[in-house]
């Protein structure tokens, strides 16, 4: 594996289960664009996960482009990360 090759990578992706039919890739890069990508997750509260072999095939998605019908179940699992890291966040009062 070359330097290169092991530079951070990071994939963000939309989901609203009433408006979308399937998850979007809404950011995608590597080295200091995935370091940001991950930092404005962390700082507007966006639960994230480290999954390097799913971030190599969403990185192979264009920008906009739905998540395929063969990484459902992997995607999937992500959201259910998601949603439980969300519902152990303490509720903000207005």
Same mark, same amino acid.
């Given at each position: ?8 990578? !990071?994939?963000? /992706?939309? &989901? %609203?289960?009433?408006? %979308? ?13 995935? $370091? *940001?990508?991950? !930092? ?10 480290? %999954?390097? %072999? /799913?971030? $190599?095939? /969403?990185? #192979?998605?264009?920008? #906009? ?6 990484? &459902?179940?992997?995607? !999937? ?5 998601? &949603?439980?890291? *969300?519902?152990?966040?303490? $509720?903000?009062? #207005?």
């Amino acid at each position: 594996m070359t330097p290169k090759d092991k530079r951070k990578k !990071a994939v963000a /992706l939309k &989901y %609203d289960r009433l408006k %979308d039919g399937a998850p979007e890739v809404t950011a995608k890069g590597q080295g200091k664009v995935a $370091e *940001n990508i991950i !930092a404005l997750a962390l700082a507007h509260g966006v639960p994230v996960k480290d %999954d390097p %072999d /799913l971030v $190599e095939v /969403l990185a #192979s998605l264009d920008i #906009s482009q739905e998540i395929p019908p063969e990484i &459902y179940v992997a995607v !999937a699992e992500l959201l259910a990360f998601v &949603y439980g890291a *969300n519902a152990k966040k303490p $509720e903000k009062k #207005s």
